[in-house]
T-cell receptor, first 116, second 112 residues
Framework: GAVVSQHPSWVICKSGTSVKIECRSL??????MFWYRQFPKQSLMLMAT?????????EQGVEKDKFLINHASLTLSTLTVTSAHPEDSSFYIC????????????FGPGTRLTVL | EDQVTQSPEALRLQEGESSSLNCSYT??????LFWYRQDPGKGPEFLFT???AGEEKEKERLKATLTKKESFLHITAPKPEDSATYLC?????????????FGTGTRLTIIP
């Protein structure tokens, strides 16, 4: 199956700082990528849809100025958590559908963010 | 309101004890139903996609089925390595937009 990577796998930062998370499709191109957040023992909640070459679309309740998304190429999307606070601590996961089967999304391994 | 509900929340089975996990949904405009396996601290791993009622798919000890209201993930003679959280997700069209909504998952533990 298709491979999606994320970097870093985990990050600890101080409150008020910004953190950038990268999502890469390694063996396919993705014009669309999705960013999810998962709290402990809860399911994945879609935060936003990242579109290559255009603005991201955010789900209701997600602050676009706090969670900046950039999809600069067909293989890379970045999520920047700006002015992070402890309540932003979570597991962030990206996914991308492949050209061959648009409905099947392949997920990255996730990034564990801890804000102190 | 569109919803995806999984049951049970947690399930403990003895090795070799077969069972089924349920995913019920109340969305309109279903495009596909997906099953994923998620290990702790990792991203979901794709298992199956089902598109229409009556469809079935199998992979090793797992078999997924779909009706108009629910999907079942049957696990036959499970092994300890099948222990994981199993997520279902429903893809549908909402006001012209494709949406993928996840259930809360079933935590499956297989006891040797």
């Amino acid at each position: 199956g298709a491979v999606v990577s994320q970097h870093p796998s985990w990050v600890i930062c101080k409150s008020g700082t910004s953190v950038k998370i990268e999502c890469r499709s390694l063996d396919f191109q993705a014009t669309t990528m999705f960013w999810y957040r998962q709290f402990p023992k809860q399911s994945l909640m879609l935060m936003a849809t990242s579109n290559e070459g255009s603005k991201a679309t955010y789900e209701q309740g997600v602050e676009k100025d706090k969670f900046l998304i950039n999809h600069a190429s067909l293989t890379l999307s970045t999520l920047t958590v700006t002015s992070a606070h402890p309540e932003d601590s979570s597991f962030y996961i990206c996914s991308a559908p492949t050209w061959s089967s648009y409905n099947e999304q392949f997920f990255g391994p996730g990034t564990r963010l801890t804000v102190l | 309101e569109d919803q995806v509900t999984q049951s049970p929340e947690a399930l403990r089975l003895q090795e070799g004890e077969s069972s089924s996990l349920n995913c019920s949904y109340t969305v309109s405009g279903l495009r596909g139903l997906f099953w994923y396996r998620q290990d702790p601290g990792k991203g979901p791993e794709f298992l199956f996609t089902l598109y229409s009622a009556g469809e079935e798919k199998e992979k090793e000890r797992l078999k997924a089925t779909l009706t108009k209201k629910e999907s079942f993930l049957h696990i036959t003679a499970p092994k300890p390595e099948d222990s994981a959280t199993y997520l279902c997700a429903v893809q549908y069209v909402n006001f012209g937009n494709e949406k993928l909504t996840f259930g809360t998952g079933t935590r499956l533990t297989i006891i040797p």
